[in-house]
């Protein structure tokens, strides 16, 4: 019997789909990143990893941080309504990434005051650091991984282009 496609699938039936996948160690499979893809675009409000990941890459060419309101504007989205969702949806995105075989993309999406300098808030970095050790990554300093990875993505979007 054929799968059903991923897109009929409920939310809930995608969160199981997604979790099973994951306490198996199954997380290249086609259906594993299918299935995060979509539950993604339900959950993101708005946000979709394809397009987060073409704007991304745009900012990392020029070699310059972007702001989460300038993601959420590119994305049409008014930022007073997904303020919130960003965090989700840019955690998301590092496993995206991660899946893909791209650099921790998010890392170089900060506050907007911090956009010259690429700095993170502590809890901003705290948060990326775990979703990064989630995946596997191995690091002793947060700051350090982060600037890495920053440099990573810069490196990645101009061999890309």
């Given amino acids: 019997m054929p799968l ?13 789909l997604v979790r099973n996948h994951r306490d198996r160690g199954a997380t ?9 893809e979509e539950l993604g675009r339900r959950r993101g409000q708005g946000f979709v990893f394809d397009r987060s990941l073409t ?3 745009q900012a990392a060419v020029e070699r310059r941080f972007m702001s989460y309101k300038e ?13 919130y969702a960003i ?14 075989g791209i650099p921790l993309l998010s890392a170089i999406v ?9 700095e993170m808030e502590p809890s901003t970095l705290r948060g990326f650091a775990n979703a990064a050790r989630e995946l ?26």
């Fill in 87 to 100: 965090n989700t949806h840019l955690g998301d995105l590092i496993e995206y990434a991660h899946l893909k």
């Fill in 4 to 16: 059903r496609p991923i897109s009929e699938h409920s939310t809930g039936e995608l969160q199981n």
């Fill in 110 to 118: 900060v506050n907007q005051k911090n956009v010259a300098t690429g």
């Fill in 136 to 161: 596997g990554y191995e690091f002793e300093d947060d700051a350090v991984f982060m600037r890495e990875q920053q440099e990573a993505v810069f490196q990645w979007a101009s061999a890309s282009r």
């Fill in 71 to 83: 993601l959420a504007d590119a994305h049409g989205l008014e930022w007073s309504r997904v303020h």
């Fill in 28 to 36: 290249s499979a086609p259906r594993y990143l299918e299935a995060f």
């Fill in 55 to 57: 704007l991304i890459r």
